[in-house]
């Protein structure tokens, strides 16, 4: 499975949280959990690659925290690694994510390439991935690439498409949500004593 982390974030919090009422940490996900939610019953999961971009210690040393505190939260998950890039300060009041889905869209497909998997689960509304997954359909064939997408309460899922190509959607309800939230506030600093 590959989560484009920033993405899903943004997502949930549009789909479940439209007036933005909820805390920050509505919109966090356990990958491990979603992964397990995604592979069923029937299917196994073999890894779990979760893509994030990393604040600056120097430009935003809370927010750096916090992250570097749920990558090393998400590196103790026995399925998931997480690949992260720095962000991109050239503009300063907004930072943005550089190469991540790059990052993403070349794992996916090499991935595939090596025949690392059988189905690449790709959980993002990115149209920017839509050529990484046309490559792994072309290498791999129908059925071998899946996408997971949210289902707001009004309007429609922005779901990742391709014209011609079969492919499995995984739909998301706030209930589902719920199912692999991760409330953990990576803000607060746990310290030994």
């Not at 997502?11 to 920050?24: I, K, L, M, S």
């Not at 943005?96 to 996916?108: H, Y």
Request: with cysteine.
């Amino acid at each position: 499975m590959f989560i484009d982390y920033q993405n899903v974030y943004k997502r949930v919090r549009g789909a479940f949280d439209p007036t933005g009422v909820q805390p920050a940490t509505f919109g966090q996900i356990h990958p491990e959990k979603l992964g397990q939610r995604l592979a069923g019953a029937d299917r196994r999961l073999v890894a779990v690659r979760v893509y994030r971009g990393l604040p600056s210690a120097k430009h935003d040393p809370r927010a750096s925290g916090a992250a570097d505190r749920q990558v090393a939260a998400w590196r103790k998950l026995s399925l998931v690694t997480p690949i992260t890039r720095p962000l991109n300060y050239r503009d300063r009041g907004n930072p943005r994510e550089k190469g991540i889905d790059v990052a993403l869209a070349v794992d996916f497909v090499m991935m595939a390439q090596r025949k690392e998997f059988d189905v690449g689960v790709l959980v993002s509304a990115d149209t920017d991935l839509l050529p990484a997954l046309e490559a792994v359909l072309g290498l791999l064939g129908d059925g071998s690439c899946e996408v997971g997408c949210w289902i707001p309460q009004e309007g429609h899922a922005q779901v990742l498409r391709l014209r011609e190509r079969s492919m499995r959607v995984h739909g998301f309800y706030e209930a589902d949500y719920r199912g692999f939230e991760d409330t953990t506030d990576y803000n607060v600093s746990r310290r030994r004593r």
